[in-house]
């Protein structure tokens, strides 16, 4: 799980990340990175604390949300290797959600093991 | 045989009230009542001392594992105060474990755990009763520091030593 407020005056996003893979990714500008951060899944853990990642965000971007069924339909054998190539497949996607659609083949596909989840934000994306 | 048909299974052991899990290969929600049903057998067991999660031979977890998991540190939290062992030398589970923050709630050993026979005994010495009482004095003075209940458990034994 993970959650986020975007301040549009700000211009900023502040999140925090409670046990989630992928990671979210940020495409602005031909560019996908993701945004960092780590912590245990949401409401097992007594113990359990959080911290806020602030981010500036860009004039023009968009940020993907995923859940992690989307592991099964990225290429590669390994985790590191699927998670090499999601923010190459953000990028050819053109950070769009339409882009998405197209690049996973999200029409076509048969049985898959787990949902998949997909949400895209987007600002000024040309 | 192809690596992503591996269907995966668990194994289970036990000596001297240290319990081992092993998850062996794709370790899926298919195998969890079965894994929940030894997890209660294991803190009903009246002799439960520790337990060693091997995921060396792991190939995948899903996230219906990850909470049986976080189930198995919390009670053993609860039970004994200790936290699971769990041995990781797949990278790909390794970066799961950190992804999740269960650093955190287990004890993460990231390499293969020395075989017995590399082991080595300590020499014992013979000390001078003088050398002794300092340092089992010196060792529970550091333990009253750790907290509010090791300064009352042990206040009795240091303040003994230290008029002896």
């Known amino acids: 799980m993970l959650g986020g407020v975007i301040d549009e005056q700000q211009g900023q996003l502040t999140y925090s990340i409670g046990g989630h893979l992928p990671l979210p990714v940020l495409y602005s500008e031909g560019e996908a990175l993701y945004l960092n951060g780590r912590g245990l899944p949401v409401g097992l853990f007594d113990q359990a604390e959080y911290s806020d990642h602030v981010l500036k965000l860009p004039e023009s971007f968009s940020l993907t949300l995923l859940s992690d069924g989307i592991l099964d339909l990225l290429p590669g054998d ?28 999200l029409a076509n596909l048969a049985d898959m093991p787990d949902d998949i989840a997909l949400l895209v934000l987007s600002r000024n994306l040309a | 045989m192809n690596p992503g048909m591996n269907p995966g299974r668990i194994q ?21 009542s079965a894994l929940d049903a030894t997890i209660e057998k294991i803190f009903t067991a009246l002799n ?30 609860q039970k004994i105060g200790l936290l699971p062992t769990v041995v990781t030398t797949h990278p790909d589970i390794t970066r799961l474990l ?20 590399s082991l080595a005994d300590l020499p014992s010495q013979d000390q ?21 209940s090791n300064r009352e458990a042990f206040h009795d034994l240091v303040s003994a030593l230290e008029h002896h």
């Open chain 2, 48 to 77: 439960f001392s520790a337990i060693v999660i091997d995921l060396t031979e792991t190939r995948s977890i899903d996230s219906t594992t990850l909470g049986l998991l976080a189930k198995l540190s919390i009670l053993s939290r």
């Open chain 1, 78 to 105: 390994t985790l590191q290797d699927k998670e090499l190539a999601l923010p190459r497949l953000v990028s050819s996607a053109g950070g769009t959600l339409d882009g998405l659609r197209q690049v996973f083949g």
């Open chain 2, 128 to 148: 001078s009763e003088e050398v002794v009482r300092a340092k089992v004095l010196e060792a529970h003075r550091i333990l009253m520091g750790l907290n509010e």
């Open chain 2, 12 to 32: 289970f052991a036990e000596q001297d009230g240290t319990f081992v899990l092993k998850f062996v290969g794709e370790v899926r929600l298919t195998l969890c």
């Open chain 2, 98 to 117: 950190q992804s999740m923050g269960f650093d955190q709630v287990f004890n993460i050993v990231d390499r293969p755990i020395p075989c017995p026979d």
